[in-house]
């Protein structure tokens, strides 16, 4: 499987900022996508990250709140916006290779808003 | 009835004993099933996955299916305290077309 890396792998932030998570994998893959993982929580899509094009956003997750970019088949960024303490989360990458449906997940980005 | 159910636990099983984790999904044109494993603190790494109907077996882990009851389960043979984790079953296909993650078992295995 692809060896996925992010960054940061943690940050505490203050209300009203913003933070960029990066995603970084190994080879190229054909999908990737954004997960939010609550405290003591499972897994919510946030959005798949198409190449070359905007976004798929789930339902109740919007661009101006989490804009995502993917310019190349191996990198994805995630921008979490204005936020707020409600979005203390980690938040995590996963990449599909297409051959199969299977998600490979990276290490997660734990994220505290103040 | 939410898409995918497990029961959150916490399961408690002896060391060496075989725990057994369940999962049923409400989506009968599901298509993909996905086992994973998530240590505190960690991200999910995936187990297993099976598509047909029946038994598929990797090391101490089996998985099964039977896509008539709507069911999956993991068994886990020999279970050692390093098994002790939260498990994730994902259901993928049907009228989503996406991953839909169950809330995990938290499984304990006692030494």
């Known amino acids: 499987s692809a060896v996925i890396s992010q960054k940061p792998s943690r940050d505490i932030c203050q209300r009203g900022t913003s933070l960029t998570i990066q995603c970084q994998v190994d080879?190229?893959?054909?999908?990737m996508f954004w997960y939010r993982q609550q405290p003591g929580q499972s897994l919510t899509l946030i959005a798949t990250?198409?190449?070359?094009?905007?976004?798929?956003?789930e339902s109740g997750f919007v661009i101006d709140k989490f804009p995502i970019s993917r310019p190349n088949l191996t990198f994805s960024t995630l921008t979490v916006s204005n936020m707020s303490p409600e979005d203390s989360s980690i938040y995590l990458c996963?990449?599909?290779?297409?051959?199969?449906?299977?998600?490979?997940f990276g290490p997660g980005t734990r994220l505290t808003v103040l | 009835q939410k898409e995918v159910e497990q029961n959150s636990g916490p399961l408690s099983v002896p060391e060496g004993a075989i725990a057994s984790l369940n999962c049923t999904y409400s989506?009968?044109?599901?298509?993909?099933f996905f086992w994973y494993r998530q240590y505190s603190g960690k991200s999910p790494e995936l187990i297993m996955f099976?598509?047909?109907?029946g038994d598929k077996e990797d090391g101490r882990f089996t998985a099964q299916l039977n896509k008539a009851s709507q069911y999956v389960s993991l068994l886990i043979r020999d279970s050692q305290p390093s098994d002790s984790a939260t498990y994730l079953c994902a259901v993928y296909g049907g009228a989503t077309n996406k991953l839909i993650f169950g809330t995990g078992t938290l499984l304990a295995v006692q030494p």
């Open positions: 996963s990449v599909s290779t297409g051959a199969t449906d299977t998600q490979y």
């Open positions: 990250a198409n190449q070359g094009s905007e976004a798929t956003y």
């Open positions: 099976i598509y047909s109907n």
């Open positions: 989506d009968r044109g599901s298509q993909s």
């Open positions: 080879s190229q893959v054909t999908m």
